[in-house]
């Protein structure tokens, strides 16, 4: 939910902020940041309770669909998501 529902944009240049991870520059910059209404909490919220009451069905259908942590090195989810799709390793059914 922070990392969602605390995204700016300037309207000037285009260039996206966070207001924790990635604060603007200046305080010129801050303060004509917008926040697209879709990152308002409240949406979030419905479109996670929609994720929620789909994935299972989703993970049903795409049985053969494998998980990937991406909360790891941008290489290290490539070397593993290429190594899934060319040379697939086993694994076990969950």
Same mark, same amino acid.
């Given at each position: 939910? *922070?990392?969602?529902?605390?995204?700016?944009?300037? $309207?000037?240049?285009?260039?996206? =902020?966070?207001?924790?991870?990635?604060?603007? $520059?200046?305080?010129?910059?801050? #303060?004509?940041?917008?926040?697209?209404?879709?990152?308002? *909490?409240?949406?979030?919220?419905?479109?996670? *309770?929609?994720?929620?009451?789909? @994935?299972?069905?989703?993970?049903?259908? =795409?049985?053969?669909?494998? =998980?990937?942590? #991406?909360?790891?090195? $941008? =290489? @290290? /989810?490539? *070397?593993? /998501?290429?190594?899934? /799709? @060319?040379?697939?390793?086993?694994?076990?059914?969950?």
């Amino acid at each position: 939910m *922070e990392r969602l529902s605390q995204r700016r944009t300037d $309207p000037v240049t285009g260039e996206r =902020y966070h207001t924790t991870f990635r604060p603007a $520059p200046t305080p010129e910059i801050q #303060a004509r940041l917008r926040q697209n209404p879709r990152d308002q *909490e409240e949406n979030i919220e419905k479109r996670l *309770e929609t994720y929620y009451r789909n @994935v299972k069905d989703l993970e049903d259908f =795409y049985e053969d669909a494998f =998980y990937v942590n #991406a909360d790891q090195d $941008p =290489y @290290v /989810i490539f *070397e593993f /998501i290429e190594s899934c /799709i @060319v040379k697939p390793l086993p694994c076990k059914k969950l």
